[in-house]
């Protein structure tokens, strides 16, 4: 079963404004990582942030992890049309080989 | 740095034929490897994954199986293919945390 639920599962925005999409996880975790997927292409990670951390930064993303609520945001700031993707975060729950469980994403369409 | 090949992009099989997708990595040493299938609109579910040569474990029970015959190299086939196994197949790697992915293979069963 997934472990990640996002959502909202779909989201538009217009360009310069902020995008934010959570995901919720159902067990314990040793990381959570965020990924990216532009339209008929592979994924791409963008964050990857551990149980003991709280928040973390890179360029204008904002990643954020609750672990007593079993939660994560992603922040976008400053909106591109170039974010139009489909973001999914994904768990590593420590069953071994690294093997994550992704969500079911949540489709960004930011408009020009 | 580590690239990854997956091909074809595109494949469209009638139901019954057999299945052979390919996925190679270059610039890094025993990777796990992994394939994916993703539905339309929808997550990823893993199917395969392997640690070594001649090592894979199944995830889900399917129609498929998986082989890794070389270090970077990981295979997945079908003897006979169904309806159900059309989607977006994705081969990814990864050594420690992240992992990352080719850009996929899009089957249509017909």
């Known amino acids: 079963s997934q472990q990640g639920e996002e959502d909202p599962q779909a989201l538009s925005i217009q360009e310069g404004e902020n995008a934010t999409m959570n995901c919720s996880y159902k067990?314990?975790?040793?990381?959570l990582q965020w990924y990216r997927q532009n339209s008929g292409r592979g994924l791409v990670h963008l964050i990857l942030i551990r149980s003991n951390e709280r928040e973390k930064h890179s360029g204008r993303l904002r990643v954020t992890l609750d672990t007593s609520k079993k939660s994560s945001s992603l922040l976008i700031t400053a909106s591109r049309a170039a974010d139009t993707a489909s973001y999914f975060c994904?768990?590593?729950?420590?069953?071994?080989?690294?093997?994550?469980?992704f969500g079911t994403g949540t489709k960004l369409q930011v408009i020009p | 740095s580590q690239t990854i090949h997956q091909w074809p992009a595109t494949l469209v099989q009638p139901v019954g034929s057999p299945l052979s997708l390919e996925c190679t990595v270059e610039g890094t040493s025993n990777p796990n490897l992994y394939w994916y299938r993703q539905a339309a609109g929808r997550g990823l579910q893993l199917l395969f994954y392997s640690v070594g040569i001649g090592q894979i474990s199944s995830e889900v029970p399917q129609n498929l199986s998986a082989s890794r015959p070389q270090d970077r190299q990981f295979i997945l086939s079908s003897k006979k293919l169904l309806l159900s196994d059309s989607g977006f197949y994705l081969c990814?790697?990864?050594?420690?945390?992240?992992?990352?992915f080719g850009d996929g293979t899009r089957l249509s069963i017909l």
């Open positions: 067990t314990s975790i040793n990381n």
């Open positions: 990814a790697w990864g050594s420690n945390q992240p992992q990352h």
């Open positions: 994904a768990t590593d729950a420590g069953g071994g080989y690294q093997k994550v469980t």
